[in-house]
């Protein structure tokens, strides 16, 4: 990402960063390419995708910020954060509002 989760250095790394803590993801790794010019570039190597941020589940490359947005509306998220492991705090909220 650009910046850090605490102060995001661009909308679309900020956009990741929010969608992930909607869904209950707190501790997840991150890295600021802004100070980091070689990982900048060879991150984008490595996945072959030309921008930043990049999102990766359990080491697998999963796509950018537009892609993110899109596995959050669809519900891919929820899922493959289950296969992670990890219950999609968004799953609670729902339920939450049920009860009202
Ligand atoms: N549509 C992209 C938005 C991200 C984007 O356009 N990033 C640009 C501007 S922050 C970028 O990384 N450019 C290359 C660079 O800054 O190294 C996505 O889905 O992630
Ligand atoms: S830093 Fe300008 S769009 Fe990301």
Redesign the pocket.
Known sequence: M?GNPAQPL?G??NAVVQILRLHGVQDFQAYD?LQDADL?QGI?NYSNW????QVYLNGEFV?????LLQMHQNGDLVEELKKLGIRSALLDAEKDQDKK
């Open positions: 650009k661009c679309f790394s390419v900048r984008k030309p921008t930043i941020p796509g950018g910020c537009d892609i």
